[in-house]
């Protein structure tokens, strides 16, 4: 009978209340200042940190000149696919006319592509004595002026179409390689002369595996 009446007076949904209460976490629960990460570990990852640390790194200027230079060896061997560009469009023609000396002392030289080409690549790609850089932007050059290299080659193999609808693709075929190689060639001589690595399409691949 006393447990009875003391179950009356203090009914047992009242209590699991207060016990839910004391349960319950706290909005305002204090953090130990010891679990706040510095935002720094937080929003910077060891590959972003040293990404950002690369391109802050300052190039040297003679660097910069010699990976700039390595990409006038494919642009003066993709000039003849422009022929057709140049007769449709004069004002590219007249931009390119202060090259034409170069362009027939650099022809007139017997395998001064290929001398230019082995130069490239024993002298400065295999060159220890030059930082990745230039190395990298060397070896970029040496694999696009490969790449140029094929069309010719199958054009040599399959032979040439004088007109019809194999003429009509290969103007379009030399366009395409042409503004591909110019565009390659403006893209990497800005980034060289700025001191940025440019990663060319199809080619930055292939040229950081050799490397």
Do not use: W
Not at 116 to 124: E, R
Not at 126 to 132: I, L, S, V
Request: proline share 9%; with cysteine; net charge positive.
């Amino acid at each position: 009978m006393p447990t009875a009446a003391l179950l009356r007076l203090h009914p047992l949904p009242r209590l699991q209340i207060s016990t839910r209460r004391h349960l319950r976490p706290s909005s305002t629960t204090h953090i130990p200042q010891s679990l706040h990460y510095p935002p720094s570990i937080v929003q910077r990852s060891p590959r972003r940190t040293a990404i950002s640390m690369s391109y802050r790194a300052a190039v040297p200027t003679s660097e910069r000149i010699v990976a700039a230079l390595s990409y006038s060896l494919p642009f003066l061997n993709s000039l003849h696919y422009g022929r057709f560009l140049f007769a449709r469009f004069p004002p590219l023609a007249l931009a390119i006319e202060p090259l034409l000396p170069l362009m027939s002392a650099y022809r007139s030289l017997p395998y001064a592509s290929f001398v230019a080409f082995f130069a490239l690549y024993l002298g400065v790609v295999r060159n220890p004595a030059f930082g990745r850089f230039v190395r990298f932007n060397a070896m970029q050059a040496v694999v696009l002026d490969v790449l140029l290299a094929l069309p010719a080659l199958l054009q040599r193999i399959f032979g040439v179409p004088a007109r019809g609808l194999g003429f009509r693709l290969l103007e379009i075929g030399y366009d395409v390689i042409f503004v591909f190689a110019a565009g390659c060639f403006l893209y990497g001589l800005v980034s060289c002369v700025l001191g940025k690595t440019p990663y060319l399409p199809l080619v930055a691949s292939a040229a950081d595996r050799q490397l």
